[in-house]
C-alpha cells in the first residue's frame, strides 16, 4: 500500500506571504494526486487534481506542482480564507484511495 | 447542483453495527461516470477511505477494514447506505459520504456535510 506523508504538519505563514506545502509518496503515483482544502466543520473541498490543475472556482493564487513521489501545493499570496488544512490524496493505485496526514496552515 | 446528505444514529453501542445512508439530490445516482463513496475522519485526525460503490453494485472496500464494511445502493431513493459491524471507540468519527469519477481522475469532488458518529455505550 502507498503511504502519503505530508511535510511539514503545521506552517506558520502571515497574510499575503507565499506558502509552500509538500507531499511524498511512497513509490510513483505518476501526476494521479489531489489537493484538498479543509475548513474547521466543514468536509474537504477539492482544489487541484492531476497533481497541477485547479478545480472548477477555484483561485489562481492556489497552483499545483510535481510528478512521481514528490509533489508540491502553493499558495502564492496568502488570504485570511487560507487558513486550513490541507491534504494530499493518490489514485494512481487504488484500492485503497490514500491520503496525507494533513499540513495545517495557520496565521503566523 | 449536486446535494449529498448524510443522516443515520449518531449514537451507536460498541460492537453493533453502524448504519448510514447518503441521500443524493440534484443529479442522479445512476451514473457510468461516478462511483459514490464513503470516507471518515477521526477527531482531530486525518482522513481515511472506507469505500465506494458503482450504481449497479459493483464496489471496492478499504482492506484495512476488512469485512466489516457492506456498502449497498438503491437507485430507485437515489441513495447509498454503509454498514459497519463490530465497531468500537475506534470507529468513532465524522463520517462522509462523497462522489468520484470512476476512470481517469479519481478525486473526490461533492461531498456531503458529514455526520459525527459516536461510538459508545
Known amino acids: 500500500e502507498i503511504v502519503m506523508t505530508q511535510s511539514p504538519a503545521t506552517l506558520s505563514v502571515s497574510p499575503g506571504e507565499r506558502a509552500t506545502l509538500s507531499c511524498r509518496a511512497s513509490?510513483?503515483?505518476?501526476?494521479?494526486l489531489a489537493w484538498y482544502q479543509q475548513k474547521p466543520g466543514q468536509a474537504p473541498r477539492l482544489l487541484i487534481y492531476?497533481?497541477?490543475t485547479r478545480a472548477t472556482g477555484i483561485p489562481a493564487r492556489f497552483s499545483g506542482g510535481g510528478s512521481g513521489t514528490e509533489f508540491t501545493l502553493t499558495i502564492s499570496s496568502l488570504q485570511s480564507e487560507d487558513f486550513a488544512v490541507y491534504y494530499c490524496?493518490?489514485?494512481?493505485?487504488?484500492?485503497?484511495?490514500?491520503f496525507g496526514g494533513g499540513t495545517k496552515v495557520e496565521i503566523k | 447542483q449536486l446535494q449529498l446528505q448524510e443522516s443515520g444514529p449518531g449514537l451507536v453501542k460498541p460492537s453493533e453495527t453502524l448504519s448510514l445512508t447518503c441521500s443524493v439530490s440534484?443529479?442522479?445516482?445512476?451514473?457510468?461516470?461516478?462511483?459514490w463513496t464513503w470516507i471518515r475522519q477521526s477527531p482531530g485526525k486525518g482522513l481515511e477511505w472506507i469505500g465506494s460503490?458503482?450504481?449497479?453494485?459493483?464496489?471496492y472496500n478499504n482492506p484495512s477494514l476488512k469485512s466489516r464494511v457492506t456498502i449497498s445502493v438503491d437507485t430507485s431513493k437515489n441513495q447509498f447506505s454503509l454498514k459497519l459491524s463490530s465497531v468500537t471507540a475506534a470507529d468513532t468519527a465524522v463520517y462522509y459520504c462523497?462522489?468520484?469519477?470512476?476512470?481517469?481522475?479519481?478525486?473526490?469532488?461533492?461531498w456531503g456535510q458529514g455526520t459525527l458518529v459516536t461510538v459508545s455505550s
Open positions: 490524496q493518490q489514485y494512481n493505485n487504488w484500492p485503497p484511495l490514500i
Open positions: 492531476g497533481a497541477s
Open positions: 440534484g443529479g442522479s445516482i445512476i451514473s457510468n461516470s461516478h462511483y
Open positions: 462523497a462522489r468520484h469519477l470512476s476512470y481517469g481522475h479519481v478525486n473526490f469532488d461533492y
Open positions: 513509490r510513483s503515483v505518476s501526476n494521479n
Open positions: 460503490i458503482y450504481y449497479s453494485g459493483s464496489t
